[in-house]
């Protein structure tokens, strides 16, 4: 399982980022995936799922309305759409195979890329 993340960067309040997660290494198509982000000091927290096929999808109540998560299984790729953007939402993102997570705890990850808001 290979996950890489890319995207991240630094954006004033109110900004926009668009994160995305290249899979390979594993069936993309048939697993749910997630997002999850982790600020320093701070623990792990989940922030996005969606189903294998990309119709449902769930969000962690303070990023609700702001971001979107979205697939293309024909490219093997993840993406979250980061909206209106919140200094609170600075943080490492990471993408995850759903079933390797609990929360924001997750066996494994990518290496991540950092959402800097300031």
């Known amino acids: 399982v290979q996950l890489v993340e890319s995207g991240g960067g630094l954006v004033q309040p109110g900004g926009s980022l668009r994160l995305s997660c290249a899979a390979s290494?594993?069936?993309?198509?048939?697993?749910?995936m997630r997002w999850v982000r982790q600020a320093p000091g701070e623990a792990p927290e989940w922030v996005a799922v969606?189903?294998?096929?990309?119709?449902?999808?769930w969000y962690e109540d303070s990023v609700k309305g702001r971001f979107t998560i979205s697939r293309d299984n024909a490219k093997n790729t993840l993406y979250l759409q980061l909206n209106s953007l919140k200094t609170d939402d600075t943080a490492m993102y990471y993408c995850a195979i759903d079933s390797d997570c609990t929360g924001g705890y997750c066996d494994r990850r990518g290496r991540g890329t950092q959402v800097t808001v300031s």
């Open positions: 290494g594993f069936s993309f198509s048939g697993y749910d």
């Open positions: 969606i189903n294998s096929g990309g119709v449902r999808t």
